[in-house]
């Protein structure tokens, strides 16, 4: 089995596309250390690990939350959703609602859906659907957590006997 990629205190994510391991990182946020702070995506080449992608803070994302391959092209969320067709190139697919962060990405009726937080307004997290073009439509509010400060996050998308569920926390 590979050993963890360098550099990062945390692998937050994992994927397999095209056959190969991606490990999505949380930044380090460990002091005193000299490792790169900014997420990043990494491949397993058989041997070592090696850096696809390291995100910078403009690019409106944090920690790399869930990865799925899909229709060629592996997807990766966090404050938005980029997708991935191999080589240097990655599209921003855009950030569904107003959510901080997305947590979950699944693919359901042959479709991406994404699990997203609320927000301190109020609002719970939320399901959407990937419709191209960076268009997302809302899906619907799963619900608020009490002692969460007012919001909850949809945790985790999981497609069973036919139906698309989610975990609130």
Same mark, same amino acid.
């Given at each position: ?91 921003? $697919? ?5 959510? %901080?962060? *997305?947590? +979950? =990405?699944?693919?359901? @009726? &042959? #479709? !991406?859906? /994404? ?29 608020? $957590? ?5 919001? %909850?996050? *949809?945790? +985790? =998308?999981?497609?069973? @006997? &036919? #139906? !698309?569920? /989610?975990?609130?926390?």
């Amino acid at each position: 089995s590979p050993t963890p990629p360098p550099l990062t205190p945390s692998v937050r994510s994992l994927a397999v596309y095209n056959a190969t391991l991606y490990a999505g990182t949380f930044p380090n946020t460990m002091p005193n250390t000299t490792a790169d702070d900014n997420p990043m995506i990494m491949k397993f080449d058989g041997t070592a690990w090696q850096i696809v992608r390291e995100f910078l803070p403009a690019e409106g994302m944090g920690p790399i939350n869930s990865m799925v391959a899909y229709g060629g092209a592996l997807y990766v969320a966090s404050g938005r959703v980029f997708q991935y067709n191999g080589g240097v190139t990655w599209v921003d $697919i855009g950030k569904p609602g107003n959510a %901080g962060q *997305v947590y +979950a =990405l699944t693919i359901f @009726n &042959n #479709q !991406l859906y /994404a699990g997203t937080s609320g927000n301190p307004s109020g609002s719970g997290g939320r399901v959407y659907r990937y419709n191209g073009n960076a268009i997302w439509s809302d899906m619907g509010e799963l619900g608020v $957590i009490s002692g969460q400060d007012g919001y %909850g996050f *949809v945790s +985790a =998308l999981v497609v069973d @006997n &036919n #139906q !698309l569920c /989610a975990a609130l926390n």
